[in-house]
């Protein structure tokens, strides 16, 4: 079944009996906080209480595992609280290796509270894969990788990593937050676990936060390492809410038609900030120009809605182009219907890494010529 169509029908109910009395096709939103048990003990569908499992979150979480390709999708209230059930599924005195180029939050997870707790951490850069090779140690029990990277957009070769740490007995993790599964398909490039922050293209409209991990199915569902990630997502609760799931149902259908057009959209601003007098940079992978084009161009169908690019200056020239936007909305988050702009540095920690001059674009559903009018008249503040 092509993508676009299992995106509309996966999150649909079996056939409804006959006997019921209606048959809605949107899907209902089960609020209910608990279930009530059957005379015998029994619990009718398996329902117990919405911490442990909701029919609307089991829906959800279906449905993202089969546009991943995966065995068993595990939801969680957002995309941090997915990675630190990860975390927290492995053990003490166990080595992961994540990329330097990586969200922030999930860095100072890895660094400011996994670290105390007795996990090792070494960062490298994921697209040098001699790098990768000598940080592996045999302790290493996970590999993060994120592709395209946030804010920089980075390309890692997931077919290349996953080789390497699967030879020393590691698991592969790939955020695809920003390559969705319409634009890339990590589990078929050799990853072990998806992690998505559905807050963002997955909703798509910027009225929820979530996040879910997908198992690959050779880790075989009721494995320990998706037990124990399962185990912190009942146990810890830090689930979604029935309607924010629902609210993720929904927005699905549309995913693969959104995304293709924020793709495009993208590709046309990118193409022309790179002739603009006034950027000094262009980070995106559908460039011939980026350094990580053609391994983007073998993993990924088309090249995603995020780009950043450094205008020439520092941190007060991006800040001006950034408050000269008009149809830009400056706020931070991704993958909305609407075009966001920010200035990243200023959200992130200091030393974070991200230069002061970058700015990181959100392509939104607008036209991309207007889109290309109002950074062209923005970037007309600059001396």
């Known amino acids: 079944m092509n993508i676009q169509t299992l995106a509309v029908h996966a999150g649909h109910q079996a056939e409804p009996a006959a006997e019921e009395p209606i048959h809605p096709v949107a899907p209902a939103i089960v609020l209910s ?122 390309i890692t070769d997931l077919r290349q990593v996953a080789s390497i740490a699967h030879a020393a007995g590691a698991l592969v993790l790939c955020d695809n937050t920003w390559g ?3 634009l890339q398909r990590p589990i078929e490039l050799g990853v072990d676990l998806v992690l998505h922050s559905t807050t963002k293209y997955l909703g798509g409209h910027s009225d929820l936060t979530g996040g879910c991990i997908v198992a690959a199915p050779k880790l075989n569902e009721g494995s320990r390492l998706t037990e124990s990630i399962r185990q912190c997502q009942v146990v810890g609760g830090a689930v979604p809410s029935p309607f924010d799931c629902w609210l993720l149902l929904r927005s699905i259908p549309t995913l693969p038609l959104r995304v293709r057009a924020q793709s495009a959209g993208a590709a046309a601003v990118a193409g022309f900030l790179q002739d603009h007098p006034a950027v000094e940079a262009v980070h995106y992978p559908g460039l011939p120009s980026h350094p990580g084009h ?75 010529d207007d889109l290309i009018a109002d950074l062209e008249q923005a970037l007309a503040c600059l001396p």
Do not use: C
């Open 33 to 154: 906080s608990t279930f009530q048990r059957n005379a015998d003990g029994s619990y009718p569908g398996g329902y117990l209480y919405s911490q442990i499992n909701n029919p609307n979150r089991a829906a959800l979480e279906s449905t993202i595992a089969r546009l991943e390709g995966g065995s068993e999708g595990i939801a969680f209230a957002s995309g941090s609280a997915a990675m630190m059930a990860v975390l927290q599924s492995l053990r003490p005195g166990d080595h992961v290796l994540a990329p330097l180029a990586m969200y922030y939050g999930s860095r100072t997870m890895l660094g400011a509270i996994f670290q105390q707790w007795g996990l090792h951490t070494t960062f490298a850069p994921m697209d040098d894969l001699e790098q990768v090779r000598a940080a592996i140690t045999p302790a290493t029990r996970l590999v993060i990788t994120e592709t395209p990277s946030n804010p920089t957009l980075r």
């Open 180 to 182: 969705t599964p319409i």
């Open 294 to 368: 053609q391994i983007a161009a073998s993993q990924m169908e088309l090249f995603g809605g995020m780009l950043s690019f450094q205008v020439a200056g520092h941190r007060a020239e991006a800040m001006a182009v950034a408050a000269h936007t008009k149809l830009f909305t400056r706020a931070t988050s991704l993958g909305g219907v609407e075009s966001l702009i920010e200035h990243r540095a200023s959200v992130e920690p200091p030393n974070s890494g991200t230069p002061e001059s970058l700015l990181r674009l959100s392509i939104g559903l607008e036209h991309p």
